[in-house]
Structures are given as structure tokens and as C-alpha cells.
């Protein structure tokens, strides 16, 4: 999970962060993510996005 493996201010939608990670597009991550967010796996803090349980960082 390239998430987790990040710290610091993330915007896993950003053509920086899809490039480096590997990523396909930005709609396919912003759909991802929200998936993940239903799921309760990570949250959304002011736009920054976290995992919920710190184990699942690594």
C-alpha cells in the first residue's frame, strides 16, 4: 500500500505521488481511496488521509 509507506502531508491523487508509486490515474486512485474509506481501512482528516490501524502501515 503505497498509503502506508508514505508520511508527512500525502495527496495520493497527485501526478507526483501516481508516478512514484506506480499508480494508473488519478480517478482510478480517487475510487480506491473511497472504496477504502467505505471500508473504514482509512480516514480523511482535512483533506490528508490516514490508516486507520497502524499495523496495516506495514
Not at 5 to 33: C, H, N
Request: aromatic share 12%.
Amino acid at each position: 500500500m503505497a498509503l502506508g509507506q508514505t508520511e508527512g502531508d500525502v495527496q495520493p491523487t497527485s501526478a507526483p505521488f501516481i508516478k512514484k508509486y506506480r499508480l494508473s490515474t488519478a480517478s482510478t486512485v480517487q475510487r480506491s481511496l473511497s472504496a477504502l474509506l467505505e471500508k473504514d481501512i482509512i480516514t480523511n482528516e482535512s483533506g490528508r488521509y490516514f490508516i486507520y490501524d497502524y499495523l496495516l502501515r506495514f
